[in-house]
Nanobody, 122 residues
Framework: QVQLVESGGGLVQAGGSLRLSCAAS????????MGWFRQGPGKEREFVAA????????DYGDSVKGRFIISRDNAKNTVSLQMNSLKPEDMAVYYC???????????????WGQGTQVTVSS
């Protein structure tokens, strides 16, 4: 059974940084990609970043490119999202997700965490 548990959310001032982590268990697939998504108040869910577990290939949403960094720790089965230069529009619930297969994609994720709140004050 796949379980994804996010942590690291909180309140931060605009311009500050925050690091999210997602601890994964039950990932027995031959290949997979882990991603981060977010959903702000009154907004649709938005792709943030993804990383292919096997070789670390990444993809970023346009709104976070150059500010956020996704990384993985194979030993700990953890994916992290380092968020820098945060803006009020980054405020959202951030979700970790897993997509089976080798494709680094922005859609088609199979498993989701419960989410962690990120609040950015201006």
């Amino acid at each position: 059974q796949v379980q994804l548990v996010e942590s690291g959310g909180g309140l931060v001032q605009a311009g500050g940084s925050l690091r999210l982590s997602c601890a994964a268990s039950g990932l027995t697939f031959r290949s997979y990609t882990m991603g981060w998504f977010r959903q702000g108040p009154g907004k649709e869910r938005e792709f943030v970043a993804a990383i292919r577990w096997s070789d670390g290939v990444t993809d970023y949403g346009d709104s976070v490119k150059g500010r956020f960094i996704i990384s993985r720790d194979n030993a700990k089965n953890t994916v992290s999202l380092q968020m820098n230069s945060l803006k009020p529009e980054d405020m959202a619930v951030y979700y970790c997700a897993v997509r089976r297969g080798p494709t680094v994609s922005r859609r088609g994720y199979d498993y989701w965490g419960q989410g962690t709140q990120v609040t950015v004050s201006s």
